[in-house]
């Protein structure tokens, strides 16, 4: 394939690999994956891939690519696909920290059924632009191995082909990268017009000092001579030696940890919250979102939680408390009935109780006993977001029948055997309005 492209293209590539033979992670090093994405494809969390990868919708490809999709047997991860019509798919994939990366790129033939329909070579460049006439100069490539997946599947579309690259075969083995690496897949040379180059999903890898990792002597300058490349830091973050592993991440700074979450993270339709296991009330439900919705939240200094809450018609969430956090409600359906009871004081604690309609706000206070309830006959939705990752809930209900029963009826007032029905009527979250004598 080499005879197909310009000599000045050639030379530019060769002073690439020489200069980026020098450029490597130091021995030891492990690869961190900083980022999974669905080519093609929305989300899926961890918990529905089949290799417990946490997939980021997609994101970073070039403009005017194009999708397709199988649906199972195919993994969920899988069942998508990236390509363009012409020119290279490529996706720009901003890093979180200056360093050594790998990409790992996935592939399903999803459309083409029989060997050579699509063959293909990989490109990889670090803080590259790529610009039309979109090529191949500049970035790493081994355009003499050209990726026919059909065959690499042994003929089938459920079967995927990882591939790490740099590929060894071009001297390279990983790149250093200081705001972006890219990812480029190339029709091969004088393949069909229909041989489109596609993308399943792409990993970002990142070398981290792994338990052997050797400390470096002398700081690793990145490729000085290689046309494309950003000047080289002056410092490595390698020079000094490592601490032990202590587990995931360990090496991440929270400023590198924010610049991992990418745009997506931040948005979530509230249709894909997962409902929380527990009989609820027909119609209703208490959706707490988790990082597996809605990624941002695992976000480390984050620190707010959110919920997304259904109540069917004259429903209550009943009497509780959140121990660590304030909290903002907003009504998105419905006419709801709002009260929290002020804490201890003189002469009584208060009762504040206010009716909210839709597009209404309203907040409980830390700590205090609040409730819910849906009026006027129509169901209601309301989203409440907390002011702690873990604002804790106390059921009032339940916790207090939870006391020695000697203690719940010295504080009702009456028989402890009274005092045992009454407990034992105690539902929590949700409850069904009752009859009012
Ligand atoms: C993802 O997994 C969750 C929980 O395991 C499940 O409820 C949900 O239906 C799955 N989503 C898809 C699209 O398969
Ligand atoms: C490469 O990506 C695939 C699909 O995302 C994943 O299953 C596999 O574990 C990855 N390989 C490495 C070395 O991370
Ligand atoms: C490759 O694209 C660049 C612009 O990114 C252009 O300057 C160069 O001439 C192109 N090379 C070839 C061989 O087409």
Not at 74 to 86: A, D, E
Not at 206 to 225: H, Q
Not at 293 to 300: D, S
Not at 403 to 412: C, G, N, R, S, T
Request: aromatic share 6%.
């Amino acid at each position: 394939m080499m005879a197909s492209r310009s000599t000045a293209a050639v030379a530019v590539v060769l002073a690439l690999l020489v200069a980026s033979a020098t450029a490597q992670a130091p021995a030891g090093s492990v690869w961190d994956s900083v980022l999974v994405i669905n080519s093609g494809g929305p989300a899926v969390m961890a918990a529905n891939s089949t290799d417990g990868f946490d997939y980021l919708a997609d994101v970073y490809y070039s403009p005017g690519s194009l999708t397709w999709s199988q649906p199972a047997p195919v993994p969920p991860q899988h069942q998508s696909l990236r390509y363009t019509n012409s020119g290279p798919l490529f996706y720009t994939v901003p890093v979180p920290t200056p360093g050594y990366y790998r990409v790992n790129l996935t592939f399903n033939e999803l459309y083409h059924q029989g060997p050579n329909r699509r063959p293909m070579y990989v490109g990889i460049g670090a803080d590259h632009t790529m610009t039309a006439p979109y090529n191949d100069s500049g970035l790493v490539v081994d355009d003499t191995s050209v990726l026919d997946i059909w065959s690499l599947a042994g003929g089938s579309q459920e079967v995927s082909v990882s591939i790490v690259f740099p590929s060894p075969s071009t001297g390279v083995s990983e790149v250093w990268a200081t705001s972006t690496v890219t990812a480029a897949v190339f029709r091969a040379a004088n393949s069909a017009s229909t041989a489109l180059p596609m993308l399943g999903t792409l990993q970002l890898l990142k070398a981290v000092p792994g338990p052997n990792t050797m400390p470096m002597a002398t700081p690793t300058p990145a490729p000085t001579t290689a046309p494309m490349s950003t000047p080289a830091p002056t410092t490595s973050p390698m020079a000094t030696p490592m601490p032990p592993p202590m587990g995931p991440n360990q090496y991440m700074t929270l400023q590198e940890h924010r610049n991992a979450f990418a745009a997506s993270d931040f948005v979530v339709p509230l249709s894909s919250i997962i409902p929380a296991p527990g009989s609820m009330p027909a119609g209703s439900n208490v959706l707490p979102a988790t990082a597996s919705e809605f990624p941002v939240l695992a976000m480390r200094d984050l620190n707010v939680a959110f919920t997304h809450v259904d109540l069917a018609a004259d429903t209550h969430q009943v009497p509780h408390t959140h121990p660590r956090a304030a909290e903002v409600l907003l009504v998105t359906a419905g006419t709801v009935d709002v009260w929290f009871v002020e804490e201890n004081g003189s002469p009584a604690p208060r009762l504040l109780r206010n009716t909210v309609a839709v597009d209404g706000v309203a907040l409980f206070p830390r700590g205090l006993i609040h409730g819910v309830a849906c009026t006027a006959g129509a169901p209601c939705s309301f989203v409440s977001t907390h002011t702690h990752a873990d604002p804790g809930v106390v059921s009032v209900g339940p916790s207090f029948c939870n006391a020695p029963l000697a203690d719940v009826a010295a504080a009702l007032g009456v028989p402890e055997s009274t005092a045992a029905t009454v407990c034992g009527g105690v539902v929590s979250p949700l409850a069904a309005a009752q009859p009012s004598s």
